[in-house]
């Protein structure tokens, strides 16, 4: 198990604590841990790989979250009893991951009251990330919500390089536009004009941020 060196994660001593309630599990690119409306008996923390979570709307796919290691998920549905996922759970690069029983869920999380605190301050953060996309989603253009996207995914999963700030995931336009609700097109003529202002770079599909300020500046409310 790696450190994690992002805030707000299940640290390596964390998921120690949690491997022994927990069984590992392998899953290929492609693969659904659950889908929404399923019930759900496991919770789920990620030690390497990538999910994502994602509800399907006439065939449309919008993206809530894209997970990493150290992130958790599939608790909504084990919390309250009855409850069924909230939405799916796709592998998007091949993940391992720790599964918890509802049964032993309890169990560590009464161990180890840390833990618990650990899992409050993800889901608060999460409940203030859904807030703000909401705001965002009544009052900013597209073009603005596609800026932000690129910001907050900087902010997430950022490495400095060479005194450039470059998002570390590969993400085609079709990602970006689930993400954001747009269409994909929307998304490449963004990122066209982005470059042509010489704010951002797209290498080998990961986006390079040139001019924090300029982008930040770019969003306009609409209303
Ligand atoms: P559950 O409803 O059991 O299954 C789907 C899971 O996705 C849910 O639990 C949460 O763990 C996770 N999830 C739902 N909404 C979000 C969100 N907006 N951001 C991050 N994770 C989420």
């Known amino acids: 198990i790696k450190e994690m060196p992002f805030f707000n994660k299940f640290s390596k001593h964390d998921m120690e604590k949690a491997s022994s309630f927990a069984q590992e599990k392998w899953l290929n690119r492609g693969s659904f841990i659950f889908m929404e409306g399923d019930s759900g008996d496991q919770f789920y923390i990620i030690l390497s790989g990538l999910v994502e979570i ?3 709307e006439n065939g449309k796919k919008f993206v809530l979250s894209t997970l990493q290691a150290g992130d958790f998920f599939g608790e909504m549905a084990l919390l309250e009893e009855g409850d069924l996922r909230s939405a799916n759970a796709e592998v998007i690069e091949k993940t391992s991951l720790l599964a918890i029983d509802r049964c032993d869920l309890m169990s560590f999380l ?3 009251p840390s833990v618990s605190y650990q899992l409050l301050t993800t889901l608060t953060r ?3 990330k859904t807030n703000e996309q909401m705001h965002d989603i009544t009052f900013l253009d597209v073009r603005s919500r596609v800026y932000k996207k690129i910001l907050s995914l900087a902010d997430e ?3 400095v390089l060479n005194q450039q ?4 995931l590969r993400l085609t336009h079709q990602q970006i536009s689930e ?3 747009c269409t994909r097109e929307m998304v490449t ?6 470059q042509a202002e010489d704010i951002i770079d797209v290498i080998k599909k990961k986006i390079i941020i040139k001019n924090k300020l300029a982008l930040s500046e770019k969003i306009v409310n609409d209303l």
Do not use: T
């Open 179 to 181: 993400m954001v609700g």
């Open 126 to 128: 999460r409940l203030r």
């Open 165 to 168: 700030m470059i998002i570390n």
């Open 189 to 194: 003529k963004v990122l066209i004009e982005l």
């Open 110 to 112: 009464e161990s180890y």
């Open 54 to 56: 994602n509800r399907f």
């Open 157 to 159: 999963y950022g490495v």
